[in-house]
């Protein structure tokens, strides 16, 4: 099996727990065939570290860094990295010394402005991200001055990990300008073919396709028995294949990532929303089309949804229970389309056979608190 370790965070330190990490590196070495060559994965493992590069086949919003706010956090942390390349392992600097880096960097790309609070608030934000990561750790001081005033000094020193960050791709990245163009151009490769399906059932919800020509489609449909075998030994859970797509089901023991559904209050109001669609298509009110989906308008789902909600109100949670409805048809729509539960196509959107899966029901028993 893959360390689930491992496919949750981002890598794994020896100095966090010396015994666990030399366990999750003998593991390791039964799994790495399957990730080198299976997923197309890059291991990285020596006497610090462990890291999976878990690079997508197509990047979504939803794998950001969740405590980044703006493109700013980003082009700090960028920054960041490049001051840090320059200086050595256990190599000590002030806070005031990165500040003067950063500006050197960043200064003719955006405004860096130290008497702004939001402009304080980004570089802290990336900070207190690299110290988590370990990239670099504190050895005297606080960013508290800094960050009620724009005073005050840190001491920190690099850990060398930095280096260790970044993704290795096997292409000229400087010919990159926008995230699309990371996406992996198919061929006639069997193995491309393979890295990405495998890429996607793991790091997202879901793969679809709209064409029984499409490649996904024709190797999942052809490869499904083999790719059961190999989640089986190195994954655990069910490949369920529709259609016009295809799931992990990750059993209950060796879940990892963010999962539908889940003890959040929006994921009970979808799998409710989900159990509607069901039965609405069971007594003829949607039409199922040749692809295996629906479609619906964006008004009348929005309805569907405001129905549902209606119904369910009394054990939602206090935060949905109070919220606007336009909000709460914005916050299933989000939440759906995240999971490739269904997809916005202009003024439409396209119900996909996986909501069938799940249905949400409120116990006999159940009593309003």
Known sequence: MIPKELLENFWVLKSDDPKKFYQLKRELKQSQSFINNQIGWKVIANDNLLKIEKTPYRASGYMGIT???????????????????????????????????????LGDLIELDWTSYSRRRTLIRVMEYC??????????????????????????????????????????????????????????????????????????????????????????????????????????????????????????????????????????????????IVEMCNNGELKLLVEDVIEMGAGDFGKLVVGVYNQVLPGLSSEYRNMDINNVIKAVVAYMEGFHLIELDGAKIIIQGAVARHEGSYPYDFVEE
């Open 131 to 276: 110290l988590n990561l370990a990239l670099l750790k504190v050895t005297d001081g606080s960013l508290e001055g800094f960050k009620s005033g724009g005073e005050g000094e840190v001491l920190y020193e690099n850990t060398g990990l930095s280096k260790y960050y970044p993704v290795s791709f096997n292409f000229d990245v400087t010919k990159i300008e926008g995230v699309d163009d990371l996406v992996v151009v198919l061929n006639d490769s069997t193995d491309t073919v393979r890295n990405s399906v495998y890429q996607q059932l793991i790091t997202s919800p879901g793969v679809t396709w709209s064409s029984s020509e499409d490649v996904f489609g024709k190797y999942l449909k052809n490869q499904r028995f083999n790719i059961q075998k190999n989640i089986d030994r190195f994954l655990s859970g069910e490949l369920m294949v529709f259609k016009n797509s295809a799931y992990l089901m990750v059993s209950s023991d060796d879940k990892y990532g963010t999962l539908h559904p889940s003890g959040k209050s929006i994921s009970s109001l979808v799998l409710f929303v989900q159990k509607r």
């Open 67 to 105: 405590d980044f706010n703006d493109v700013d956090d980003y082009l700090f942390l960028v920054a960041t990295l490049i001051f840090l390349e320059d200086k050595g392992v256990h190599e000590q600097f002030l806070l005031s010394q990165y500040i003067e880096g950063i500006e050197v960097i």
